[in-house]
């Protein structure tokens, strides 16, 4: 699981009605507790309800309850913003399909909204109207916000963007870091709009004790600036956040004491050793038998050289945890382990067959239709991470097993990245470039974020390797390159040239997925899938593909004889004077 987060927090808001009838706006936060506050973190949301809109209120309410209800129960391994985003596009077009229900001319259910969520040390803020979200560091106000509003002249303005106004409304999204001692202040217009920022960030510096009386202060206050509308704010002091106390966090993080090195016989934790599988500098994995079920097993131990290792017990353990929130009859199960372990380590289960790379090498030159049989079963795989928003970053043959029946299976995700658990703070440095060095696509050795599209160059190295009976697409120069220029200089190489029954269309979807720029191959897997099993005519000419590639050797005695043939009309004259 996560670390556990020490984000300590507190919290005030007040809100009246004012001089109107009813109190249209709305506003509300959630604090977890447990693993859900470290996935999840805190969030608070206010809402104006339009009182022109004939249910100005109820779209208030349906805005911030549906969002402090449906944020949390997204899935823990998506990005703050993904989570957050969903949730509000849900919660905009049931206020717009509600909206034109209403047949008279008033507008129905539209409301501005500022949201703000407090994940590890970082506040990610959602926003559309003219609602406002500020933070508040050593006495300034920062907005956070921009308002949605256009004027028609000094007097009147009217909204140009709020949450059920149109059917796909655009959300502004910002992320800013916190530190111990700020602020993060929510309001509406009409507090805002009659206080200034240096009177709201002195009345919040004078009630930080006591942040409910504060925001009753802001309040009272521009109520007696004439403010003429609802008056709705709250505020969140920071008093904690993750900090860098490396020990405790990676006390908590190796709990359970790393298993020796284990011999066939022995035993642990109730689990019988029957083989060691393989052994490399960072885990051994054994096969493993109950000893009450007789049900055998894959054991993933850690390796005791990176006992003092904080980053890479977190990757392991985070291992097990990606396993257990990821299904997909291509992917490994993870298995529960019975009783209360007593050392660290996890079970998966076991795949009988041979490794991919294995199977490359029976089959030099296997039948087009098994090839893309065994990629479509990848890319099921893969689409069941990524609906998790988890990257698998070290495909690659010997990461695939193959059972006699032809069924594929992915095995260890010890180099998976979590967007969302890569948001959590923690005191030391997570390695940043993981995966091998012959399969990972070009942007993580540019230093630039890693996408679904990412995977899929890795897959289409693979596809490529087993089409052309193993060989690297690029060549060895490819593991070289460390920089555009040398990427850029990369030059593929058809697969029909290692075997010859592979056709145009083939290489022209593998060249594609295998573009160098990110933005250049498939945007789906799909896209790619479709390519493999029906011919595009976009790649069924094979002649605009460059003579340099499709016969190196004719190229160059074509570009020698006609060298040969300048020099000779360049001597031409030489040979013909007296």
Request: proline letters at 7%; aromatic letters at 8%.
């Amino acid at each position: 699981m996560p670390l556990s987060s020490e984000l300590r927090v507190r919290y005030g808001q007040a809100t009246e009605a004012g001089r109107k009838q009813r109190n249209e706006d709305c506003l509300g936060i959630r604090i977890p507790e447990g693993e859900l506050l470290a996935n999840k973190g805190i969030a608070l949301i206010i809402a104006d309800g339009v009182s022109a809109a004939e249910a100005g209120r109820e779209a208030s309410e349906i805005c911030v309850q549906g969002f402090l209800a449906d944020y949390f129960s997204t899935p823990d391994p998506w990005q703050v913003k993904t989570s957050a985003h969903r949730v509000l596009a849900s919660i905009n077009r049931w206020l717009y399909s509600k909206g034109q229900a209403i047949t008279d001319e008033r507008r129905g259910y539209v409301c501005p909204m500022s949201a703000v969520v407090v994940k590890s040390r970082t506040a990610h803020v959602f926003h559309v109207g003219d609602t406002r979200a500020y933070r508040l560091r050593d006495g300034a106000l920062e907005p956070l916000t921009q308002d949605h509003r256009a004027w028609v002249d000094p007097q009147r303005q009217y909204l140009t963007r709020a949450m059920g106004m149109h059917l796909n409304q655009e959300i502004d999204y910002r992320r800013v870091s916190l530190e111990t001692g700020d602020a993060l202040f929510l309001s509406t217009d009409g507090v805002h709009d009659y206080l200034g920022d240096t009177a709201i960030a002195a009345l919040l510096a004078a009630g930080r004790d006591d942040p409910d009386l504060a925001c009753q202060n802001i309040v009272t206050q521009a109520a007696a600036r004439d403010s003429p509308d609802n008056l709705s704010c709250q505020v969140l002091w920071i008093d904690g956040l993750p900090s860098a106390r490396a020990r405790e966090q990676y006390d908590e993080l190796r709990r359970l004491p790393f298993p020796p090195l284990l011999q066939p016989g022995a035993v642990l934790d109730g689990y019988v050793v029957e083989q060691l599988f393989r052994e490399n500098p960072r885990s051994q994995l054994y096969l493993v038998k109950d000893s009450g079920t007789g049900e055998r097993a894959v054991m993933k131990t850690p390796s005791p050289a990176c006992s003092d290792d904080a980053a890479y017990i977190e990757r392991f353990i985070m291992e097990e945890w990606i396993g257990r929130r990821v299904a997909s009859p291509h992917l490994v199960q993870i298995l529960e382990k019975k009783g209360k372990p007593a050392f660290l380590f996890y079970l998966m289960e076991h795949v009988e067959g041979i490794s991919l790379r294995e199977w490359i090498a029976g089959h030099p030159r296997p039948e087009i239709g098994r090839v893309v049989e065994i990629i479509r079963q990848l890319i099921d795989g893969l689409r069941a991470l990524h609906r998790k928003e988890t990257l698998h970053q070290d495909l690659k043959p010997d990461n695939i097993l193959v059972r006699p029946d032809g069924h594929v299976v992915i095995v260890d995700f010890g180099s998976a990245f979590i967007a969302g658990i890569d948001e959590t703070y923690v005191p030391f440095e997570r390695a940043a470039l993981l995966g091998t060095m012959h399969y990972s696509a070009p942007e993580y050795r540019l230093g630039r974020r890693p996408t679904p599209r990412s995977d899929l160059f890795s897959l289409a190295v693979i596809a490529y390797e087993m089409f052309s009976g193993g060989r690297p697409p690029f060549g060895e120069q490819f593991a070289r390159a460390e920089t555009l220029r040398h990427f850029s200089s990369l030059l593929y190489t058809p697969a029909a040239r290692h075997n010859p029954l592979v056709p145009a269309w083939i290489d022209g979807a593998l060249r594609k997925a295998l573009q160098i720029d990110p933005a250049l191959r498939y945007e789906v897997f799909s896209e790619f899938l479709a390519d493999l099993q029906r011919p595009n005519p976009a790649f069924l000419a094979p002649a605009e593909m460059p003579l340099m590639e499709r016969n190196p050797v004719l190229f160059w005695k074509s570009l020698a004889g006609g060298l040969a043939l300048v020099v000779a009309l360049l001597l031409w004259p030489l040979f013909r004077a007296p």
